[in-house]
């Protein structure tokens, strides 16, 4: 096969940090190629370097034989490489067909265009309708948008960010499919990701990157799972594990929870009902944007609802504010890191007032006292193996699963009665994953109910030991997670009465 | 050339410094702008920022300096509060005048008696009027979601008509042979805010504008009501996952900026200026807008920038009459101040950096 892609040398630093130290693999015509690696280790600095968003220090890029310095997307773009990132860049209140036009150079007409989207829809098996609004699409279909819009570039390389996060068990194998047809027809593929069990069965050829240096390259199905984490990783890992549960009483109760959506794409939350007891974790799946948010403000008080939709130990709490409900033990750990469980320009230090001031004592007659809060930010950053220069660091200078591990420390190590916590992983590398699901299990063991909202279904079936899926505002009712495999799951996930029969079928 | 490059973190050093940076080069293009002005920059530059402090005329103007730095520090205490929180009072002269009303209705009501009760309810009475003057945008913002900009703005106007009408009407002094505007309240020992120290300008607007700044400090680093106005401004999620309620803080955010006016207000009609009149306001409310941002919304900030632009109005007025300066350019140098200011402020979150030559080949 002929080589496509050749890195010789690639090195960028920034100020503090050497994203990439002298990088150099090849990607050949044709050729599934995984990037493997922490959070950190320098993917996605390397990929926006061949996609032009960032300039190299030093080194050389040959593309398709010839060099390769595109100083800018575009340009990028016209030398036949195109990029799916993870976060998407759609406009909900637009059509499929308008959100395509809009990132084109020269956009034909919208019938023209309609008709080449439909045409590369099937093509693919991607099916799309271009005349849809973005804001009624899922995640997965949303995904779609993204990758047919690259498929119309007729890109010789298409580099994913990450594309399975998303995605429900079915999904990805469409996607997959997809994927395997394009490298067939040959269109190389450069392939983020960190679940393993992925690239083994997709990928051809793996190069490992740690803190920005290629440490390793491997063919994937070769390898076990396991090897291949530790290489990422560079040491051996701890599989998160825990004792016979003993479950005690029902600490968390919801019942009736009926939350209308707040906005337009939203999803109202219909008839939720649970109930975690002391020592248990319920996993709560489901693809996102079925409810997960609107769930996690009604627990969290940020949103609040009748009195006795929602009880701690018995006492109603429905109705009160999120410093209330804290003060009874029920803490939660939002998705989204930079601006909601965490205030980006404050310091760990102030971070830690944001829900820590009730169960600490961090203030007293309302008068904040800091050296209090620095210690409990030393405590999480040193139990938690939080890596940051110092506690008075700013949240948003550091890495994501850092910030993440902060987070999770911070309610943790409250002692919470009820711990809800919305994608403890999200976008966090193996290792702080493990040690992120090993607390929580910690925490279940030591009595707390926990309630882990995720939508990784191999975290849910590691962690929890009831599972029920969110779909379209509605929970189906718990399983023991014990009984289901991967099928049942996906089955669940998709969605309407049915599902919830089958779960039952299941259960008993 | 040159390109920008994010800082990892908002840089300390920077922010104390760029202040500094954006005088210098408010001097350095201020001067320019004089010379083509056929002035001598130097002399122009000397008699705005060196006379008022070490002139031979020094002894008067720098009273001046805390009589005109007070109502500007007081105020934009106040506002700095909001500001952090998104919250953005832009009435904070129509506080002011309400204030100033207030404080003096309720000294002449009492005219002619002597006590010592008197100045202490005016100065209630001046804090009163201004908070309540600013819960009409509150409550209005909290009920109905309106835009409290705008609101509080137009309120100015009102305030205005009002003040005209109290200086025309109600207020109007019976002895004062139909001349609009009220009683001189110097002429009223009970109601006048006399120095406390004679000669220093001193007197109860400046103490209260410094233990705002002290007040203004400690609630902002040490108070969970402070901590809550950062933490609404720079993350307002974040705000409401830790408990903040956001009705709660509009009002005491507008209410406490309120307050302050309405009480600048009050020091100013019973001290410098003496008696309600028509053109009583002359735009502290709208000067401590700038004021606020000059100081970063922070206290000590605030604290500086209120002196530094009293200081330029001082020294701008005195270059007028020695050099006969058009007013416009002594405008067009307190604009050039904040420009430059906000242009700086790129030094704090960016880092200029020479582009370097590509070395792959």
Not at chain 1, 152 to 175: A, C, F, G, H, Y
Not at chain 2, 187 to 205: C, P, V
Request: glycine share 10%.
């Amino acid at each position: 096969m002929t080589i496509l892609l050749k890195l010789e040398g690639l090195t960028k630093a920034y100020p503090g940090v050497i994203a990439n130290d002298d990088v150099s693999f090849e990607v050949k015509a044709g050729e599934i190629h995984a990037l493997l690696g922490e959070n950190g280790a320098g993917k996605s600095t390397l990929v926006k370097m061949i996609y032009g968003l960032v300039r190299p220090d030093k080194g050389k890029m040959t593309f398709n034989g010839e060099v390769f310095q595109p100083a800018e997307p575009r340009a990028a773009r016209a030398s036949g490489v195109a990029m799916v990132f993870q976060h998407f860049s759609l406009f909900d209140a637009l059509s499929v067909a308008e959100n395509i036009s809009l990132g084109m150079e020269n956009p034909p007409s919208r019938r023209e265009l309609s008709a080449r989207i439909r045409e590369v829809s099937n093509d693919y098996k991607l099916p799309l309708d271009p005349n849809r609004i973005i804001g009624d699409l899922s995640v997965g279909e949303r995904q779609r948008v993204e990758i047919i819009r690259c498929l119309l570039q007729n890109p010789k390389l298409l580099i994913m960010d990450e594309p399975t996060s998303v995605l429900t068990p079915q999904e990805v194998d469409v996607l997959f499919e997809t994927l395997r047809k394009l490298a067939s027809e040959g269109t190389s593929i450069l392939y983020i990701s960190h679940k393993l069990e992925e690239i083994r069965s997709l990928c051809d050829q793996a190069t490992i990157l740690r803190l920005g240096k290629v440490i390793d390259s491997c063919v994937p199905s070769e390898q076990t799972a396991r090897k291949l984490a530790e290489m990422m990783v560079g040491q051996a890992l701890i599989t998160p594990t825990r004792k016979d549960q003993k479950t005690g009483d029902v600490v968390l109760k919801v019942s009736n929870l009926t939350v209308p959506s707040s906005n337009p794409f939203g999803t109202t939350l219909k008839n939720i009902a649970l109930a975690v007891r002391s020592g248990e974790v319920l996993g709560i799946g489901g693809v996102a944007g079925n409810g997960q948010d609107e769930l996690l403000l009604a627990l969290s008080g940020e949103t609040r609802v009748a009195q006795d939709e929602i009880s701690v130990d018995g006492k109603p709490v429905g109705n009160l504010g999120p410093n209330e409900r804290r003060k009874l033990g029920l803490l939660t750990a939002p998705e989204e890191r930079l601006g909601h469980s965490a205030a980006p320009d404050m310091s760990l230090v102030e971070n830690t007032m944001l829900t820590a001031a009730v169960r600490e004592n961090l203030a007293r007659n309302g008068f904040l006292r800091w050296n209090a809060a620095k210690d409990f930010a030393e405590t999480i950053v040193k139990k938690f193996d939080v890596r940051t220069p110092s506690v008075n660091n700013a949240a948003k200078s550091l890495s994501g699963g850092n910030l993440q591990k902060f987070v999770i420390g911070r309610e943790v190590l409250q002692n919470p009665r009820v711990l809800v916590i919305n994608q403890p992983t999200w976008g966090v590398d193996a290792s702080a994953a493990a040690d992120i699901r090993q607390a929580l299990m910690f925490l279940a063991e030591e009595g707390a109910a926990v309630v882990v909202v995720s939508q990784d279904l191999d975290e849910l079936l590691e962690v929890s030991d009831q599972l029920a899926i969110l779909n379209e505002g509605r929970l189906t009712s718990p399983v023991a997670t014990a009984s289901l495999n991967m099928d049942d799951i996906g089955l669940m996930m998709g969605g309407g009465a049915q599902t919830e029969m089958e779960a039952q079928h299941v259960s008993s | 050339m040159f390109h920008l490059e994010p800082r990892p973190q908002t840089s300390k050093l920077w922010i104390a410094i760029t202040p500094l940076l954006a005088v210098v080069a408010t001097m350095i293009a201020g001067g320019i702008l004089f010379a083509f002005l056929g002035k001598d920059p130097f002399v122009s530059i000397r008699l705005i920022f060196w006379d008022p402090l070490f002139g031979d005329f020094a002894f008067y103007y720098r009273p001046q300096l805390l009589v005109k730095g007070a109502p500007l520090i007081l105020i934009a205490i106040g506002l700095s509060l909001g500001f952090r929180a998104g919250i953005w009072n832009i009435g904070a002269e129509g506080q002011y005048i309400i204030g100033a009303i207030c404080g003096a209705a309720v000294g002449l009501a009492f005219y002619p008696m002597e006590s010592w009760l008197i100045f202490p309810l005016m100065i209630l009475a001046g804090a009163l009027g201004g908070t309540l003057w600013a819960m009409i945008p509150a409550i209005l913002k909290v009920r109905y979601g309106t835009n409290e900009i705008l609101v509080s703005l137009m309120l100015v106007y009102v305030a205005e008509k009002l003040l005209a009408s109290m200086s025309l009407g109600l207020l109007k002094n019976p002895e004062g042979h139909g001349f609009p505007g009220s009683r001189n309240l110097r002429d009223y020992a009970s109601a006048f805010n006399d120095e406390l120290f004679a000669g220093t300008g001193m007197h109860w607007g400046v103490a209260a504008a410094f233990i705002a700044v002290i007040l203004a400090y400690v609630l902002l680093n040490r108070h969970m009501l402070g901590f809550q106005i950062r933490l609404t401004g720079q993350a307002p999620r974040a705000a409401r996952f830790a408990g903040v309620n956001p009705p709660r803080l509009i009002l005491f955010c507008l209410g406490t900026s309120g307050m302050l006016a309405g009480l600048a207000g009050m020091f100013e009609v019973s001290g410098p200026s003496g008696q309600i009149s028509i053109d009583f306001n002359t735009g502290y409310g709208f000067t401590a807008i700038i004021v606020a941002f000059l100081g970063r919304l922070h206290p000590v900030g605030i604290l500086l920038a209120g002196l530094l632009l009293a200081l330029t109005y001082i020294g701008g007025e005195i270059a007028q009459g020695q050099l006969n300066l058009p007013a416009a350019a002594i405008q067009l140098f307190q604009g050039m101040l904040l420009f430059f200011l906000l242009a700086v402020d790129l030094l704090s979150n960016f880092r200029i950096r020479l582009n370097q030559r590509k070395e792959s080949i």
